[in-house]
Nanobody
C-alpha cells in the first residue's frame, strides 16, 4: 500500500521561509506527478505546485515567484521551498501523487495526511 508522509510544517513569521518534504513509499511502479495542495477549514483544497517525472512544473497563481517545487525521483521525494511567506499562506499542506501501483490498473491518486503551516508574528 502506498503512503505519502509530509514533514517540515511549522510556525513561521511573515516574510520567512520554510521547506516542506514528502516521501512516497510502498509498492510503487512509476510516479507520474507529485505535488502540494493546501486547504483552509471550510474551503476547497487548492493546488500549490506540482511536478512531473520529467520536471514539468505547475504553480498556483498566488505562490508564483515565491514557492519552488523540486523532486528527487530516485528517492521518491518531493519538496516545496516557500519564501516570502504571508499570513494568507496559513493552511494545511497536503502532499499528493499520481502514480502506478503494483497490482492496480491505471494511475491512482494518493494523499498524505497533511502538515500545518502557520504564518504569524
Amino acid at each position: 500500500q502506498v503512503r505519502l508522509v509530509e514533514s517540515g510544517g511549522d510556525l513561521v513569521q511573515p516574510g520567512g521561509s520554510l521547506r516542506l518534504s514528502c516521501a512516497a513509499s510502498g509498492r510503487i511502479v512509476s510516479i507520474n506527478t507529485m505535488g502540494w495542495y493546501r486547504q483552509v477549514p471550510g474551503k476547497e483544497r487548492e493546488l500549490v505546485a506540482s511536478i512531473t517525472d520529467v520536471g514539468s512544473t505547475n504553480y498556483g497563481e498566488s505562490v508564483k515567484g515565491r514557492f519552488t517545487i523540486s523532486s528527487d525521483n530516485a528517492k521518491k521525494m518531493v519538496y516545496l521551498q516557500m519564501n516570502s511567506l504571508k499570513p494568507e499562506d496559513t493552511a494545511v499542506y497536503y502532499c499528493y501523487s499520481k502514480l502506478i501501483v503494483f497490482g492496480r490498473s491505471g494511475r491512482n491518486d494518493y494523499w498524505g495526511q497533511g502538515t500545518q503551516v502557520t504564518v504569524s508574528s
